[in-house]
């Protein structure tokens, strides 16, 4: 295989049985693929295959707890595209997520509806340090922080555990967040 001087995203750089993936690169169907603009680099002695960033592009890692919004969902799974770590602090580039059903609560749930809706804002913890990143909301800190009417779009305020919409009045359940952002004082 012909070595480049520079990667872009989605770029082969071997298949998986040549090198072992390290960072800044992603498998797809056992092709190791470059996540990001950069260096491609062969370690022969460890048998890794990395890229070296051009630019120090801030890519969320293992551990990270960030903000989403809920973009897409079905019963059992949603894409989460994440905003920044908070709401100060935006991510520059777009990444997304896969939350699946067994990673939003400890106990058993029928559908990711119970907990979640589109265009939620959430606050989810990465679990990976590739693509696609695969994000939990297990934990008591992480949840829906800002939630709207599935009626008709205003923001759900919270009133002891549930939400209420003060302008149609519909009342909608969800996994809240410790720090739920529209509450009622």
Known sequence: ????????PGDMLCIEEE???HA?????????RALIVGKPVYDIVNR?????????????KSGDVVLGVVEQMRDEVAIVRFVGYDINKPLKHEFRGVLHISQVAETRIQSLYEVIRLS???????LNNYIPFIVTMKDIRLGVIAAFCSRCGAPLTK??????CRACGNREMR?????YLFTLK
């Not at 890794?48 to 969320?60: C, D, L, S």
């Not at 009133?159 to 209420?164: A, F, I, R, S, Y």
């Not at 996994?175 to 720090?179: E, Q």
């Open 1 to 8: 295989m012909k070595q480049r001087s520079i990667v872009t």
């Open 19 to 21: 090198f072992i993936p």
């Open 24 to 32: 800044g690169v992603y498998v797809d169907s056992g092709v190791v």
């Open 48 to 60: 890794r295959v990395y890229v070296k960033p051009i630019r120090n592009i801030q890519v969320p």
């Open 120 to 126: 939620d804002v959430i606050r989810v913890k990465v």
């Open 159 to 164: 009133e002891k555990e549930v939400l209420k």
């Open 175 to 179: 996994k809240l967040a410790p720090d």
